[in-house]
């Protein structure tokens, strides 16, 4: 199956500081990738739908200029975490679908995620 | 939307013993019924899935049955193994979108 390679796999930071995840679909175009937020012990929460040269689209209560997110091209998404605080520490995890009219159907490939620790 | 509920929360089970996991939706034009398996840290993985044509489907130990008209489908492990302890999640997709909505997911912890 496709491959979606998602870095760094674990991040460190200061509070105030700016943190950037990074998506890329390895062996395939991905014009939609998701992003997810996952507290310890629960459900993949969407946050954000990436559209590659478009804006994103956010789910309800999630902060734009918190979570920046740009599609720059058909292989990489990237979310950016501004000013973060220890409340945003999480696992962060991307997805991407298979190309269109490919024979997956609606399988996600998921990015091996990201440990964010705001101290 | 659509609104998923999985049960159980915790499943606790001796190696050898079967597990069932079932999930409930809301929107009766979902079509799409992925199960995923996730280890503690590490990306969810995909591991069975089933389309609204089809009642049941079977993959080794691992089983998943739907039900369209109760709208509820379930993931079935038989002869479960230490390694089958993770957290499972059901995921529903709605008329053909590429967006899943997950249930609250089920830690399977299997005793040797």
């Known amino acids: 199956g496709a491959v979606v390679s998602q870095h760094p796999s674990r991040v460190i930071c200061k509070s105030g500081t700016s943190v950037k995840i990074e998506c890329r679909s390895l062996?395939?175009?991905?014009?939609?990738m998701f992003w997810y937020r996952q507290f310890p012990k629960k459900s993949l929460m969407l946050m954000a739908t990436?559209?590659?040269?478009?804006?994103?689209?956010?789910e309800q209560g999630v902060e734009k200029d918190k979570f920046l997110i740009n599609h720059a091209s058909l292989t990489l998404s990237t979310l950016t975490v501004t000013s973060a605080h220890p409340e945003d520490s999480s696992f962060y995890i991307c997805?991407?679908?298979?190309?269109?009219?490919?024979?997956?159907?609606?399988?996600?490939?998921f990015g091996a995620g990201t440990r964010l620790s705001v101290l | 939307g659509e609104n998923v509920e999985q049960h159980p929360s915790t499943l606790s089970v001796q190696e050898g013993d079967s597990a069932v996991i079932k999930c409930t939706y809301s929107?009766?034009?979902?079509?799409?019924f992925p199960w995923y398996k996730q280890e503690l840290g590490k990306r969810p993985q995909l591991i069975i899935d089933?389309?609204?044509?089809?009642g049941e489907k079977k993959d080794q130990r691992i089983a998943v049955t739907l039900n369209k008209t109760a709208k509820h489908f379930s993931l079935h492990i038989t002869e479960t193994q230490p390694e089958d302890s993770a957290v499972y999640f059901c995921?529903?997709?709605?008329?053909?979108?590429?967006?899943?909505?997950f249930g609250r997911g089920t830690s399977l912890i299997v005793h040797p």
């Open positions: 997805s991407a679908p298979p190309p269109v009219g490919g024979r997956e159907g609606n399988i996600q490939y």
């Open positions: 062996d395939f175009q991905a014009t939609t």
């Open positions: 990436s559209n590659e040269g478009s804006k994103a689209t956010y």
């Open positions: 929107d009766s034009a979902s079509n799409y």
């Open positions: 089933i389309r609204s044509n089809v």
């Open positions: 995921a529903v997709h709605s008329g053909g979108s590429y967006i899943p909505t």
